[in-house]
């Protein structure tokens, strides 16, 4: 709808004819405590989240406004709640346990000591109240319960607050403030309920359509919130029920309504999908198994459907939304899962490649994105994430993954309607990756609006030289490199398979010519390293980090150099006794609560893992297993967070949080599917109908490892591994279709 200038007192429509009068512009996001390192922020929240709706709520229930931790419940990159408070007898009530899921939780309280409305004291303890929050078909559910377990009738006053700041996710995270955004709506009364609205400055029409069963006695309505309240008469022993939905709309459209019992059986008919798409992976380790088990239930709770299909999102609550080299990074950490998460991720960004060339959006023909958002400030173009391509590594990535899914589904007919999409990755790398011509892949930002560094540790001070300056561009990134010569080497095996022979010839050679001129280029030969990158006057930025891991996990080390890698990475500066660390401690930049110079990343050490394993070195990866392994145990959830503090654990009793860390994220979530891959050794080949294991090794804290419905092409194997004295074993339990199962010997 066009909204235009509106002053208060105008009416605006809403898409369905419904009239709203407007109170004014609305004013700047409140944030009490500004980001990005707020202490609010490590205060645990729980996290709900079904398709593309997600709530971040106190443990409590409630929803503070104004915290720059999250709170709140989201949809299409905006806020669409701000404010969940629970009051009853006029005092919140006090907080005694929860369960949470990916998409239910039940939270327990009782009451304050309160007077009645007959004036009799209701102590502590005597009611008790449940909440329980569900986010399904399209909307959040708040069942509230009391029962009374006082000896009389007690009459108590019950009230909700419900407001909506309808902000943008980027101001949410604290980007700069707005004096003025879009036009405040005031809430309107409906039969069900009341319905809160907002027309952003993109003049799209947003409200979020709250109802209650039963209807409350007053519903008492400010500028942006409502406050609905009770009277409820708690008879010895009776429950009292109330329900309150809350449906986010953008323009217009709504969902048909579905009764809790229906949603919720909608969820689990979603999640006994999921699981049957799944690799079952058991063994016996109660503590183990809970963190398998929530990083197989984290990437579907992660699973965000998008215009053309669905894509696993990065994380919450910042980054729920569609990133290229996220999806493709977590999708082929998570193969021995479910191949499914990297066809779709091929798919969605497929249909989001780049086209033009569009310097506000760093954009180029064949480039895969980075980042898309659908709020408020990329539909009105005040920021370039319609999409925005600053991603350097994503491309290559496209063609790794495509190759992966290639050999463990042999799904020849997707590479080929891919096509069209490797080709134009394949150019990006050539023309515009390359713009020099030096047979390095580069990157250097040209939005104004854009990131200065472009690989996957991109904040702003993150590449430097040994001396701790920050590097100047073009840069040409360690591991942008080993993913081009994976990427290259890979995809030729599907233009093999596609009869393109010469192509794949001429991709093999490339990529051959491009380990010799990286093994000479980047090696540093004073750190037994290699360098981070080459900065725009070709010199290497010589400081040791964590990248160089990745190229041990794409094969592009010379293995004469391989050792020396592996030494420098489980060095005393490097190695925490939590994992790698992104930077050396010995580094004038580095920083242990530093986003990237300093900092532990899970996904960072699986790949390392990964890579390790590749080269030979069984006991390294099982160090860096042990590692997460702890980390993961020592959390109350079971969750790898997105990074923790580089500490060393020797000085540290307990891994240090890093404060806004997305916890569920992505490819934390997939880590230790990766890990237990190279623990295994296990590779497929679908297209020559083998999978092969490769010098297993599991740790002396893992006795076995089950896994059933392991999908190689239309082939299925259950496998049994067992630690022994010696060696690990493993046993081919069961088998359907055509696959042959054989052991190698490795290095």
């Not at 409906?190 to 709250?210: C, Q």
């Not at 030096?438 to 001396?467: M, P, T």
């Not at 010799?516 to 280029?521: E, G, R, S």
Request: with cysteine; charged share 25%.
């Amino acid at each position: 709808m066009e909204a235009g200038r509106r002053d208060a007192g105008d009416e605006v429509f809403s898409p369905r004819g419904e009239p709203f009068a407007v109170v004014g512009r609305a004013g700047p996001v409140e944030l009490h405590g500004a980001p990005p390192i707020p202490a609010e922020a490590r205060e645990e929240l729980l996290v709900l989240k079904d398709g593309e709706l997600f709530l971040c709520a106190r443990t409590d229930g409630d929803v503070a406004p104004a915290q720059p931790s999250g709170e709140g419940f989201y949809t299409h990159d905006m806020r669409h709640l701000s404010e969940i408070r629970l009051e009853v007898g006029g005092a919140r009530p006090v907080a005694l346990s929860y369960t949470a899921f990916e998409h239910r939780a039940v939270l327990d309280a009782t009451n304050a000591t309160l007077q009645g409305e007959s004036g009799s004291p209701v102590p502590q303890l005597s009611l008790s109240i449940t909440r329980e929050l569900m986010v399904a078909s399209g909307r959040l559910y708040y069942l509230l319960r009391m029962r009374n377990f006082l000896g009389a009738t007690t009459t108590v006053p019950v009230a909700l607050a419900l407001g909506a700041d309808f902000a943008d996710m980027f101001e949410v995270r604290g980007a700069p403030r707005r004096a003025a955004r879009g036009h405040s709506l005031a809430p309107r009364r409906t039969e069900r309920g009341v319905t809160l609205a907002y027309v952003g400055e993109d003049n799209v029409f947003r409200e979020t359509v709250i109802e209650f069963d039963p209807l409350p006695d007053g519903l008492d309505i400010e500028a942006v919130r409502s406050r609905a309240s009770w009277r409820v008469a708690l008879e010895p022993g009776a429950p009292a029920e109330f329900l309150v939905t809350a449906e986010p709309s953008v323009s217009g459209r709504r969902r048909p309504r579905r009764r809790p019992a229906t949603a919720a059986a909608e969820l689990v008919n979603a999640e006994a999908r999921w699981r049957s798409r799944c690799t079952a992976i058991s063994s016996g380790n109660e503590r183990y198994d809970r963190l398998i088990a929530t990083s197989a239930q984290d990437l579907r709770a992660l699973i965000l459907p998008v215009p053309n299909g669905q894509i696993i999102a990065a994380g919450i609550p910042w980054y729920v939304a569609p990133f290229g080299r996220d999806a493709l990074v977590t999708a082929g950490e998570a193969l021995i899962l479910n191949s499914d998460l990297v066809r779709d991720a091929l798919g969605a960004l497929a249909g989001l490649q780049a086209t033009q060339d569009d310097p506000w959006r760093d954009a180029e023909p064949g480039k895969i994105l980075h980042e898309l958002r659908m709020g408020e400030l990329a539909q009105a173009g005040l920021i370039p994430h319609t999409p925005y391509y600053g991603t350097v590594d994503a491309t290559p990535l496209f063609l790794m993954r495509a190759a992966d899914y290639y050999a463990w589904t042999g799904d020849l007919e997707t590479l080929r309607m891919l096509r069209p999409s490797l080709d134009s990755a394949l150019r990006w790398i050539d023309e515009y990756g390359d713009r020099d011509g030096d047979g390095f892949v580069e990157y250097e930002r040209r939005s104004s609006a854009g990131l200065r560094n472009q690989g996957w540790k991109d904040s702003d001070d993150c590449i430097v030289h040994e001396d701790g300056s920050l590097a100047e561009g073009p840069i040409a990134l360690v591991e942008v490199q080993g993913y081009v010569y994976a990427g290259k080497l890979a995809i030729a095996d599907v233009y093999e398979a596609l009869e393109l022979g010469e192509v794949a010839t001429r991709l093999r050679e490339e990529a051959h010519a491009l380990r010799l001129a990286f093994n000479d280029v980047f090696w540093n030969e004073h750190e037994g390293t290699f360098a981070l990158a080459l900065d725009g006057r070709k010199r290497q930025v010589a400081s040791v980090t964590s990248n160089p891991g990745h190229c041990l996990y794409c094969g592009i080390v010379d293995p004469a150099k391989a050792d020396a890698v592996v030494e420098r990475l489980l060095g005393a500066d490097m190695f925490t006794g939590w994992g790698v660390r992104t930077l050396s401690s010995l580094c004038p930049a580095y920083n242990p609560m530093s986003y990237h110079n300093g900092s532990v990343w899970p996904h960072d050490n699986a790949i390392i893992a990964a890579g390790l394993k590749r080269y030979g070195h069984q006991d390294a990866v099982l160090r860096i297993a042990a590692c997460l392994f702890d980390v993961a145990a020592g959390a109350r959830d079971s969750r790898l967070p997105e990074l923790y503090c580089g500490f060393d654990r020797s000085e540290r009793d307990a891994v240090v949080a890093y404060p806004v860390a997305c916890i569920p994220q992505a490819w934390a979530a997939a880590a230790p599917l990766m890990v237990l891959q190279a623990m295994l050794g296990i590779s497929a080949d679908a297209p020559g109908r083998a999978l092969t294991v490769e010098r297993p090794a599991l740790p002396d804290w893992l006795e076995r490892i089950h896994l059933e419905r392991l999908r190689v092409g239309g082939a299925t194997v259950t496998l049994d591994f067992q630690r022994g004295d010696q060696a690990t074993s493993f046993m081919l339990a069961e088998q359907t279709g055509d696959v042959s199962v054989t052991m190698a010997a490795g290095r």
